[in-house]
């Protein structure tokens, strides 16, 4: 209701950078494969000034790019102008991956679009993916999961709960897994 969701977005994305930073000084340099993810909301994406300087800002501090994953929700991508893909092209030229999270319907995910827009991770809730790994036999997530392999993209299940649901998500083969059964979210400062 203030306009401030692009101040506090731009905030949240040069914490992301400040942490990798942090990451990458403890550990010489290399970040010991740890990942950042960090949103970009829809704000920040429309507004040009701010993000085509940050684009700028992440071409000259490449480094950051194996350690800092740019994540953005399915619904916000499917809003996006032309201009605001070229913006995120210029910052997967520079190296940087995106992650999309929040998919509506794992259906409907697209393994070579993904690919072809620099994305290298896709959340998807645990209860839906479920769901579907049980639609028709399995044969449309044996597809996707076979087409996001081929294309290089990470599969991630998250909102995993409980054990019980984990024994689910593991019969899928994803790469990742989150949720509040591995612990709660916390600042990553009370993490290390």
Do not use: C
């Amino acid at each position: 209701a203030y306009g401030l969701v692009t101040a506090i977005d731009n905030m949240l994305l040069f914490r992301g950078v400040q942490l990798v930073r942090r990451i990458q000084g403890q550990t010489g340099g290399g970040g010991g494969g740890t990942g950042i993810f960090v949103n970009i909301s829809q704000h920040t994406l429309a507004d040009r000034r701010f993000f085509g300087e940050f684009v700028a800002f992440m071409g000259q501090n490449v480094d950051l790019a194996p350690n800092l994953v740019f994540e953005l929700a399915e619904a916000q991508t499917r809003r996006l102008k032309p201009e605001q893909w070229e913006a995120l092209a210029a910052l997967a030229k520079s190296g940087f991956r995106f992650s999309m999270d929040q998919v509506i319907e794992p259906s409907h995910l697209d393994p070579a679009e993904l690919a072809k827009r620099n994305f290298r991770f896709v959340k998807v809730e645990a209860r839906k993916m479920i769901d579907y790994a049980a639609q028709a036999g399995g044969a449309g997530f044996v597809r996707l999961r076979q087409g996001l392999m081929d294309q290089r993209v990470e599969l991630v299940i998250d909102k995993i709960e409980n054990e019980p649901m984990l024994v689910e998500v593991l019969d899928l083969d994803a790469g990742f897994g989150q949720g509040y059964l591995f612990g709660e979210p916390k600042p990553l400062k009370e993490s290390q």
